[in-house]
């Protein structure tokens, strides 16, 4: 047999390791959004904990390894040949999907990407063989794929996203009504049964069933030989037991213990049903080419009937997988983005939401509305009024804490999440069911969410929409990975060693760009001058603050407005491009801060109240700069898209005039602002009396120039706009240098 195929196995097990670090880095989303959310341990014990289960969950996932050999083609229809190029566009196909999402911050379903890559490589393979022998037809494709097994498969997966939604929020219903959001201070006896309940769900169906599927010898054959009803009430005692003395004598938090074996188990649960995600496709390659091995026969003649049997999984290479994937957790900078979505959707409290609402989104909030109306009607007075006060908030604290510190939500829906998608995965596990653990961890998270009313009518619009959004990603995630798959298997059968070669390399350099990517963008992120919260109680303390971010706003609206008109007038979309994603960029940062007023004047000092209306002031006037220079980039933009005509020379000489002085005003205002030499702004005010005067100057020669020349009506219409604009921008400018000099003025007079 030809050598090829050996450095085929070298390739796929490179490519196996690179998909267990692309996998993890999405999937880890799973198992830490309800630790991290909560806040309930720190971040260290968290990936520790996290570690161990992964570990565990390795040496459980070898009955998982099946899915990939024989739960989606039928081997038996296929030669040793064919089934390598199958393996091969699998595996090419999926490291660039999963990195792909990884990139944009989006969690995605790894068990998804891998069926239906799977089923595209063996469709297109199967549609080869079909126009290859003459008494075949498309009908017969049936013959090469395990339909049956295949359409269970994918009917799970799509079924899971509805039964998790439905569970967690069923389950987190329950226990809110039996905790309230007021848990501390129900009985220790409710916390108690909570804990025993939970705690035997996550003991049977994570460390019973994740080691019954384990080789371990005699532990393996004592879960085996249990009686379930037995082992589930011998647990529960057991657990109960432990809860209440946990709760009682040792007077510690019950939820953390439940949230620590939560992720334990979800960790777990995650590495025994998707390592198959991962390896399953190189170990059936290598399972493979040692039974073609001792055949002796050509490559195009050995039938791979035998991958359809029962084959024993090799421990030391699963645990090898494990020991990747811990390492993964640990050093990937990409999981962080793909948890933040997650948390971020889920979180109780309203704030600055990622993403927009959209028509569907408002629709469906606005039915679901109307429907809840109608169950009200329905739903006896005093059962509503009962059910409303379980639901009722805690008492706000005196200082509320910045949104940012705040935990996403608290430690009885982070101990719900966990318990429910254990559950459900585990179950899956233990059927040999490639249950997507995205799709659960996720619908169950929303479950929740809305079961404790998290998506309320200032924020339910922005999270269905993201959850939309997640969701339509999925689907993209089906349709890419098996198209791409099913052209990745003609290349390779088209192409040979040659087009895999090709397609490795093709994978590597888009590898090594997205890396490349990411890490410009960690090092711009940590770069740019963001703005910050206010955090001070004082209006002296406001004025120092604030004034820090004046001066980053000043100088980012120097670049931003320099190098729009410089792109307008070099007609060079590139640079008006990031100008405005820049301006809008910055937008975005003062709107955060305009979210974040309600905690800073919950925080301030009764008697410093008056700071609350000098802080909002500034924020308006900075919200004003930023609407300036976002219609002047959109405008130039727009301009030079349309390719409409260039500016004349004369305009261009009177904008660059405005452009050098307002760079000077920004550079002179940035350095006092900077050094809160606030002495000094009276020279800002002169020069801004100048400039308006300067700009008035050029809107009038504008004008004779239009009514003397012919001027193109664009060109116009943009010069006017880029004026008036400019002497808005201007404006606001002053009324913050004025402010702070009035402030600043009376808080030097009040010392004295």
């Known amino acids: 047999m030809s050598d090829i195929y050996i450095y085929m196995l070298i390739i796929l097990a490179g490519l196996a390791i690179t998909d267990l670090v692309v996998g993890v880095s999405n999937d880890a989303v799973n198992f830490l959004n309800s630790a991290i959310g909560s806040k309930a341990i720190s971040f260290k014990t968290i990936m520790i904990i996290a570690s161990i289960g992964i570990a565990f969950g390795a040496i459980s996932s070898s009955g998982m390894m099946e899915v990939a050999r024989k739960g989606i083609f039928n081997p038996g229809e296929f030669f040793f040949d064919e ?5 091969m566009a699998v595996m090419i196909t999926d490291i660039l999907l999963l990195d792909f999402f990884n990139s944009l911050g989006l969690p995605t379903s790894t068990t998804v990407s891998i069926v239906f890559e799977l089923l595209g490589a063996a469709v297109c393979m199967s549609v080869i063989k079909i126009n290859q022998n003459d008494g075949d037809t498309i009908l017969n494709l049936g013959k090469y794929i395990a339909t049956d097994t295949a359409i269970d498969i994918i009917l799970g997966i799509l079924l899971s996203v509805v039964v998790a939604f439905i569970i967690g929020g069923l389950v987190q219903f329950f226990s809110r009504l039996l905790l309230t959001f007021d848990f501390r201070n129900r009985p220790n006896y409710l916390a108690a049964l909570f804990g025993g309940f939970s705690l035997t769900s996550l003991f ?28 589930i009430g011998v647990s529960f005692i057991f657990w109960s037991i432990i809860s209440f003395i946990y709760v009682f004598a040792l007077k510690l938090d019950i939820y953390k213990l439940i949230i620590i074996l939560g992720t334990f188990g979800l960790a777990m649960a995650f590495a025994g049903n998707d390592l198959v995600n991962f390896i399953g496709v190189p170990i059936g390659a290598y399972q493979a080419w040692e039974f073609a091995e001792g055949t002796g026969l050509k490559a195009s003649e050995i039938n791979m009937s035998f991958l359809g049997e029962k084959l024993p999984s090799n421990k030391w290479l699963l645990v090898a997988a494990g020991l990747i994937m811990v390492a993964t957790l640990w050093f990937s900078s990409k999981a962080q983005a793909v948890v933040k979505t997650s948390v971020d959707l889920a979180r109780q409290d309203s704030g600055t939401e990622r993403f927009q609402s959209n028509f569907l989104s408002r629709l469906l909030v606005r039915y679901s509305l109307l429907a809840a109306e109608g169950i009200e009607r329905i739903v006896p007075e005093r059962t509503a009024n009962y059910i409303s006060s379980r639901f009722e908030k805690a008492p706000a604290p005196a200082i509320v804490p910045k949104h940012a510190d705040k935990p996403a939500f608290d430690y009885v829906r982070a101990s719900v999440n966990l318990m429910v998608a254990s559950i459900l995965i585990s179950v899956a596990t233990s059927y040999k069911l490639p249950l997507s653990t995205t799709y659960v961890t996720f619908m169950v998270a929303m479950g929740t969410s809305l079961a404790d009313k998290a998506w309320g009518t200032e924020s339910a619009v922005y999270r269905i929409a993201g959850v939309l959004n997640v969701i339509g990603g999925w689907f993209f995630t089906a349709f890419s990975a098996f198209t791409a798959a ?45 703005l910050k919260k206010a955090e001070s109680k004082t209006i002296q303390g406001i004025i120092n603050e604030s004034s820090d971010n ?23 979309l590139t640079i008006l491009k990031t100008s405005k994603k820049e301006s809008k960029k910055l937008s975005g940062e003062i709107d955060v801060l305009r979210d974040n007023i309600y905690f800073f ?23 004003d700069i930023s609407q300036s220079l976002d219609y002047i980039a959109k405008s130039s933009n727009k301009h030079i898209s349309n390719n409409h005509k260039s500016l004349k020379f004369t305009q261009i000489k009177d904008l660059k005039e405005i452009i050098l002085r307002i760079h000077e005003i920004f550079d002179d205002a940035q350095e006092i602002f900077t050094t809160k030499d606030f002495n000094s702004l009276e020279t800002i005010i002169l020069e801004k009396r100048q400039l308006i005067e300067l700009v008035n100057e050029k809107i009038d020669k504008q004008v004779h120039r239009t009514k003397d020349d012919e001027e193109s009506p664009k060109n116009t219409t943009l010069y006017f706009s880029l004026l008036l604009e400019t002497r808005d921008l201007m404006n606001q400018t002053i009324h913050i240098v004025e402010q702070y000099y009035r402030e600043f003025d009376a808080s030097d007079r009040n010392l004295m």
């Open 486 to 530: 099913a052209l990745f298997a003609y290349i390779i059968y088209i192409g040979g060693m040659y087009a895999v070669v090709g397609l490795v390399v093709l994978a590597v350099l888009l590898l090594i760009r997205s890396f490349i990517g990411h890490k410009k963008s960690q090092k711009k992120q940590e770069e740019t001058e963001e």
């Open 83 to 87: 089934v390598m190029i199958i393996f």
């Open 601 to 623: 004047i919950k925080n301030l000092d009764e008697k410093n109240l008056g700071a609350s209306k000098f802080y909002i002031e500034v924020l308006g006037n900075l919200q």
């Open 204 to 231: 049977y169906f994570i460390i019973f069933k994740g080691l019954k599927g384990a080789d371990l010898g005699f532990v393996t054959e004592f879960l085996t030989s249990t009686d379930v009803y037995t082992f």
């Open 550 to 572: 004046v001066a980053t706003v000043f100088k980012r609206s120097k670049r931003i407005y320099k190098n729009t008109l410089d792109g307008l007038i070099a007609q060079d």
